[in-house]
């Protein structure tokens, strides 16, 4: 299935093998990000915002214990703090 929205091209599969279930699943698909961009829901990017929150959640499971936790929260917020990931944070 391919769907145009923004300026992007939208692709999903419908994992049918029948034609008839998978023209179904495509129009209902299809219909659905129609009515998302409509009312204006359709999201096409992520954020920095988006990208720095989640490796502040994330940071302590990326150094794999080789820090301790208080080092983790004093770095999580330096750089809260400094503002280094992202302004909107």
């Given at each position: 299935?391919?769907?145009?929205?923004?300026?992007?091209?939208?692709?999903?599969?419908?994992?049918?093998?029948k034609l008839t279930a998978?023209?179904?699943?495509a129009a209902d698909w299809y219909?659905?990000?129609?009515?998302?961009?409509?009312?204006?829901?359709?999201?096409?990017?992520?954020?920095?915002?988006?990208?720095?929150?989640?490796?502040?959640?994330?940071?302590?499971?990326?150094?794999?214990?080789?820090?301790?936790?208080?080092?983790?929260?004093?770095?999580?917020?330096?750089?809260?703090?400094?503002?280094?990931?992202?302004?909107?944070?």
């Amino acid at each position: 299935m391919l769907g145009l929205g923004r300026g992007k091209q939208w692709r999903a599969t419908t994992k049918q093998e029948k034609l008839t279930a998978a023209q179904k699943i495509a129009a209902d698909w299809y219909l659905t990000l129609q009515g998302k961009q409509v009312a204006g829901t359709l999201v096409t990017e992520k954020t920095v915002a988006d990208a720095a929150e989640k490796f502040t959640r994330e940071y302590e499971v990326i150094t794999e214990g080789e820090r301790s936790p208080k080092w983790v929260q004093r770095h999580q917020i330096r750089l809260r703090r400094k503002r280094q990931l992202s302004p909107a944070l």
